[in-house]
């Protein structure tokens, strides 16, 4: 596995929201708007199926899954990435926690309504040795890196995440359409850290409920 790759294919690519090849589609923009409240979003959400990203430099791909925990006022996200399209070779998985504020209607995005995502605390956990030496050269956490291990990273930032007291919060756009829920399409520089930065299209692939 080439971790630089890995890298490059990861930073344009955000964890709330899926680059993939595949899956359904949010509905049209002239659905009338309804306001998203925390009983739409109450439950868990999946990755229907083994999501791609876009392609690494040597033409390779990385896949993953992605699964939501959200609660009234607190959501978790269990980002994990793999190295085959059937996602069953594990490179590492992200998880994040925190508390959400939904807001008001968007106004730029149909049916949508803008949300805020804290980032309280996040973990990572190598699932390979190629990406525990990446971890480690990187700075990543306090501790040695062990495949298997999780470890806190909310206070160091790894790699692609930055600390959260450099970037505490995603603002974002959630819609929820029967049993799909699609967040906003995330920029070319992966920064959602700002209100300006709020997306203004959903991403093409939704998770589902579970």
Known sequence: ??????FLSLATLGFAAG??????????????????KPKDLKGAWTSAVC??????????RTYFKRV???????????F??????GCTARLFTARFEGPYTLLKDSEKVAGATEANFGFGRHYMTAHVQPVADW???????????????EQETSTTGCVFLRPVTACGMDHDVVKVEGHQLFFGQRPADNDMCTPDKRPTQLTPVAVVRG
């Open 135 to 149: 971890f480690q050269g990187a700075k990543c956490g306090t501790k040695p890196w062990k495949v298997g291990e």
């Open 68 to 78: 939501f925990d959200i609660q009234e006022t607190a959501w978790s996200l269990k």
């Open 1 to 6: 596995m080439n971790a630089r790759n890995l």
């Open 19 to 36: 680059c993939a090849t595949s899956g359904s589609t949010a509905g049209g923009a002239s659905a009338p708007a309804t306001h998203v």
């Open 80 to 85: 994990e990435t793999f190295g085959d399209a």
């Open 51 to 60: 999501e791609a990203m876009a392609p690494n430099p040597d033409g390779s």
